[in-house]
T-cell receptor, first 118, second 109 residues
């Protein structure tokens, strides 16, 4: 299957600082990428949908000014957590849509980024 | 959003088949049924998907009920590496995926 990478795999930061997480599709072009957040022992929660060259669409309850998403190329989307606080500590996972030759698009997920805010 | 219902947890013995059920009674005609699994501290991994017909791949088989209101993921011979949370998801119009609670599969040696 297609490969999606995330960087960094884990990050620890101080409260009030900003953290950028990168998501890359390594062997396919992804016009659409998604960002999820997962708290311990919970399921994934969709935060936003990112389309290349346009503004991201955020889910209800997700602050767009706090979670800045940029999808500047067909292989890269970034999520910046601004002014991070301890409650933002979570596992952040991106996915990319491979609009391949099959009848349905397949969504491939990155390995996740563990963010800890002190 | 189209909703799925899965058992919270299931157990299996190593080397035995596992049948993971999923109910999706509100499925629409164009919704694809996707299965992903997630190992601890990793991103979800694609397993299989289908629309109406049963599907097989190297990882698993997907059996879809004739009325499409339920489906079953079949792992033919469970291994310890198959221990994970398995998510059954309805893909609406090829758009985003929304995860339910999933089924936590425990494989006993």
């Amino acid at each position: 299957g297609a490969v999606v990478s995330q960087h960094p795999s884990w990050v620890i930061c101080k409260s009030g600082t900003s953290v950028k997480i990168e998501c890359r599709s390594l062997d396919f072009q992804a016009t659409t990428m998604f960002w999820y957040r997962q708290f311990p022992k919970q399921s994934l929660m969709l935060m936003a949908t990112s389309n290349e060259g346009s503004k991201a669409t955020y889910e209800q309850g997700v602050e767009k000014d706090k979670f800045l998403i940029n999808h500047a190329s067909l292989t890269l989307s970034t999520l910046t957590v601004t002014s991070a606080h301890p409650e933002d500590s979570s596992f952040y996972i991106c996915s990319a849509l491979d609009r391949g030759a099959s009848s349905t698009d397949t969504q491939y997920f990155g390995p996740g980024t563990r963010l800890t805010v002190l | 959003d189209a909703k799925t219902t899965q058992p919270n947890s299931m157990e299996s013995n190593e080397e035995e088949p596992v049948h993971l059920p999923c109910n999706h009674s509100t499925i629409s005609g164009t919704d694809y049924i996707h299965w992903y699994r997630q190992l601890p501290s990793q991103g979800p991994e694609y397993v299989i998907h289908g629309l109406t017909s049963n599907v097989n791949n190297r990882m698993a088989s997907l059996a879809i009920a004739e009325d499409r209101k339920s489906s079953t993921l079949i792992l033919h011979r469970a291994t310890l590496r198959d221990a994970a949370v398995y998510y059954c998801i309805l893909r609406v119009n090829n758009n985003d995926m929304r995860f339910g609670a999933g089924t936590r599969l425990t494989v006993k040696p």
